[in-house]
């Protein structure tokens, strides 16, 4: 129980940390309110020649893209998170100091990203979409249910985010500099998460595959949740499934890592 | 003044470009990491015509020879003054101090900040395109309408650069909020990639009076396809866009003297 | 020299007459709400600095120390009063002032964080229009006045604060400036570090004149450099005159911290010296500045169990708190500022 309190507590810090930036919220609640108007105009002509495509219809496309704006700085789609905390630390050699910490190494990270995620979301993410919601017509369900599974495939969807990212952070101990990295988590996020174009819209065998990529479980599954497009067990069961296997493989590289360390002396 | 500044910034760019090639890998990749990240958004545009033949009535050529012109402009005006977003961080670490002691204009010195030929990707792909576009748009070709090309790349270029320096101003009031300036240059290109029929009049209008991006592609544009601007315009617009440029650099400039005049008179 | 130099070398060279600086400043009273209210950084202080004097300028933080430098070098536009340096009026011509005035920021640096010191040179040779064998005669002397030669090369990013600071103070002196205003110059740096470079900036102001401004938190820095101090507090100059004058009116006191064995009486120690405070086997002992300690550290060795000592410096913001606060027969000896 006393970790719980711990983790905790790393959380309501990263909450904080982001909460004190008022002007640059603000600056971002705008942003992503512009992005999403480009968007959503794109996508009404886009469903406007198509409709139905894959498988929504333009209200759904709509909700897509409000809910797009709101998850792009709550799940760190482009980078930004704990990530880059994690790299300059790593960078630095302030890691080491991380490491003599009576705490687990990913899950204080964890802790600390969700509360990011947290704020992030309320702070920023939710004016655009009510934005959106007030002047577009969405596809919002009624039942409370798919709210309640709409809350949970969102904190599924923090994980899994993290979990990328920590992968990718870990790799700095190895290449001493995270420019390279982020910029491909920045290209894979922005792509393969269905930031540009919902993950149900691209075509043929290469949808298929972004399909099954980690990156679906961030945008596409929780707005597949929200407005029952999917069944959602097997939506739980893929976030699920992808957060333990990349979870598990930031253990196993971080144990390498951290081997590397001691051996090297920081 | 203006020829300090390009001697000033000619120094610092070599200086970093110099830098820079010492590193010849890393120069490689980030080059290709650029190239690819800014393509991006055409690949957007490419796999929704997988599905579609036409988006809001204009054909992929079309669209593409919208997206070439918006992003080489942009990439121009990303060349020259490439670091205009890190001005906010400046102010609170205070190095901004340090750019005011020396002998040179500060927006060139910010301009030819940590310059690296990296910044070339989005010019580079854009120009890709937009060569694709004008072999395969279907268009009259006369020699006023060849001519608008280069004076559309070059106004927008312009016009954009004058939506960065305003911008950079605005950082200067309002340090913490400069992601505000995003919604300008980012969206402002991510808007004239697609074709004015997509958007809502009073989206377009905004674009058109308010912002002029619309002199960038979209005015010009319509005039090289004999398509109606959404929005009533009187013919001669197609050609203003230099006019416009111009009227957007000098307030831009203004407003830059007068947001640094502020600082001076405030501090950080 | 040109047609602008003749202003300049007419005393005094830095010239100040009721300069002030207000700033606006919005506080948070509520949660949203938010209240301006005008803070007087810099209240009307009026000063001259001549030709080749080396001041130093010092007062507690928040005084209005750096607001003052960020005048002097048209960083900051004054609200109010006359400021001229070399004739010019910098906020107006702060380019053309650039040339001829060198700034070292303690806390930040002038150079390019991630390039070689070497390049940040060669760029400012060019930016300052600087001949080339004036430059190459300035950088070669420099580089081995201030042991930088084996440096060229690194990343500024990788310097230590003290070979920073020294990379930076070659950085402010390449172009000739007939002033150079340092803001905590030795701030952060070792003991030996604050040597080379107090010893450089006396040569620099012997052998060349150059006029040198000083802030400094180090009343080191002062008793090496500066025949001349300036104090100001609450934005106001409380002090101009000599160190002598400074030290009579605050007597300045060094503090022996001594860790004893086991807890003890207080020490029974030589006047001047004295026993100021005992916390548990701690105890701190005050004497005068200008004594050495080594004698009452002897005395104490002798008599006491002693396990571990350290000593502190007098700070400055205590030496002018005294100066301040306490009797002001002194202030006679400097030029007192109502």
């Known amino acids: 129980m006393g970790s719980a309190r711990l983790y905790l507590a790393v959380a309501v810090g990263g909450f904080r940390r982001y909460a004190s930036y008022r002007a640059a919220t603000a600056a971002g609640v705008f942003t992503n309110t512009v992005f999403g108007l480009i968007l959503v105009y794109t996508y009404l002509a886009l469903w406007e020649e198509r409709p139905g495509l894959g498988g929504y219809d333009q209200a759904q496309a709509v909700t897509y893209v409000w809910l797009g704006q709101c998850l792009y700085a709550t799940l760190a789609i482009q980078g930004g998170g704990a990530e880059k905390d994690l790299m300059d630390r790593i960078r630095t050699g302030e890691i080491a100091v991380d490491l003599y910490r009576p705490a687990d190494l990913q899950l204080w990270w964890l802790a600390g990203d969700v509360g990011r995620a947290l704020f992030q979301m309320v702070g920023r993410g ?14 919002l369900p009624g039942e409370a249910g798919l709210w309640a599974a709409f809350a949970v495939t969102l904190l599924l969807a923090a994980v899994v985010s993290f979990a990328i990212r920590y992968l990718a952070a870990l790799s700095v101990f190895w290449l001493m500099d995270g420019m390279g990295v982020s910029q491909v988590l920045m290209i894979l996020g922005v792509f393969c998460s269905g930031m540009v174009l919902p993950l149900n819209a691209f075509p043929g065998a290469f949808g298929d595959v972004v399909r099954w990529l980690p990156w679906a479980a961030q945008i596409q599954v929780p707005a597949d949740v929200l407005m029952g497009e999917t069944a959602v067990p097997g939506a739980f069961a893929f976030q699920a499934g992808w957060a333990v296997v990349l979870l598990g493989l930031g253990r196993l590289v971080q144990s390498a890592a951290t081997r590397r360390v001691v051996v090297q002396g920081g | 003044m203006l020829v300090e500044g390009v001697r000033a910034y000619g120094l610092i760019a070599g200086m970093w470009l110099r830098a820079g090639m010492t590193y010849r890998a890393s120069f490689a990749a980030t080059l290709v990491g650029n190239l690819v990240m800014t393509g991006l958004d055409f690949v957007a545009i490419l796999l929704m015509f997988s599905q ?150 009073d989206l377009v209008r905004g674009a058109t009076f308010l912002v002029p991006l619309a002199f960038v592609n979209w005015v010009p544009v319509c005039h090289l396809l004999g398509r109606p601007y959404p929005v009533g315009l009187p013919p001669w617009v197609s050609f203003a866009s230099p006019l416009v440029a111009v009227a957007c650099c000098v307030p831009a400039g203004l407003a830059w003297r007068a947001a640094l005049r502020a600082y001076r008179s405030t501090g950080s | 020299m040109d047609t602008n130099g003749r202003v300049g070398a007419v005393d005094p060279f830095i010239e100040l007459d009721g300069v002030e600086k207000v700033f606006e400043v919005r506080r948070k009273t509520g949660f949203m709400r938010r209240e301006r209210h005008r803070v007087r950084a810099v209240d009307s202080i009026s000063f001259a600095v001549a030709r080749g004097e080396m001041v130093g300028y010092i007062g507690p933080n928040g005084a209005g120390k750096s607001t003052t430098i960020k005048m002097l070098t048209g960083i900051l536009t004054p609200s109010a009063g006359r400021l001229r340096v070399a004739g010019i009026e910098p906020s107006r011509e702060r380019t053309r002032l650039a040339h001829r005035i060198g700034v070292v920021f303690g806390q930040r640096t002038t150079l390019w964080w991630d390039l070689p010191l070497i390049d940040s040179y060669r760029l400012m040779h060019r930016m300052y229009r600087i001949p080339d064998a004036r430059y190459r005669e300035n950088l070669d002397r420099l580089v081995e006045l201030l042991e930088l030669g084996s440096l060229l090369d690194v990343p500024v990013r990788q310097l230590s604060l003290g070979q920073r600071m020294r990379g930076d103070i070659v950085a402010a002196l390449l172009h000739d400036p007939e002033v150079l205003y340092l803001d905590e110059p030795t701030i952060g740096l070792d003991v030996v570090s604050k040597a080379k ?34 104090v100001i507090d609450h934005g106001r100059l409380v002090y101009d005159g000599a160190l002598a004058g400074l030290h009579e009116s605050g007597e300045s006191e060094r503090t022996l911290v001594v860790d004893l064995a086991r807890e003890l009486p207080p020490i029974d120690a030589p006047p001047p010296a004295r026993v100021v405070r005992v916390e548990g086997p701690r105890q701190w002992l005050a004497f005068p500045a200008s004594e050495s300690a080594a004698g009452l550290v002897a005395r104490i060795a002798a008599e006491y169990p002693l396990v571990d000592l350290s000593v502190r410096e007098p700070d400055i913001e205590a030496v002018i708190a005294k100066m301040l606060h306490g009797d002001s027969h002194g202030k006679e000896v400097g030029r007192p500022v109502p």
């Not at chain 2, 989005?122 to 009259?140: K, M």
């Not at chain 3, 620099?204 to 006029?211: I, K, M, S």
């Open chain 2, 52 to 201: 579609v033949d036409s988006l809001g009535g204009w054909s992929l050529p079309e669209v593409a020879l919208l997206y070439g012109l918006s992003v080489t402009s942009f990439g121009i005006a990303d060349l020259v003054l490439g670091s205009m977003d890190v001005l906010g961080a400046r102010m609170r670490d205070g190095s901004f101090d340090t750019l005011l002691v020396r002998p040179a204009p500060v927006l060139a010195q910010v301009g030819a900040d940590r310059f690296a030929p990296r910044r070339l990707g989005r010019i580079v792909q854009g120009a890709v395109v937009l060569g694709w576009a004008l072999v395969s748009v279907d268009v009259d070709w006369s020699v006023p309408k060849v001519l608008l090309v280069p004076v559309m790349v070059v106004s927008g270029a312009a016009i954009f650069s004058a939506v960065f320096v305003a911008g950079a101003a605005f950082q200067i009031f309002a340090q913490d909020a400069a992601e505000v300036q995003n919604a300008f240059t980012y969206g402002g290109t991510t808007l004239l990639q697609y074709p004015p029929s997509v958007f809502g009049k």
């Open chain 3, 197 to 230: 470079v107090r010893e450089f900036l006396r040569q620099l102001n012997a052998e060349r004149a150059t006029t040198v401004l000083l802030t400094t938190h180090d009343l080191q820095d002062i008793e090496q450099l500066c025949s001349r101090v300036m």
């Open chain 1, 126 to 139: 939710v004016v655009p979409f009510l934005v959106g919601w007030l002047f577009f017509p969405m596809a």
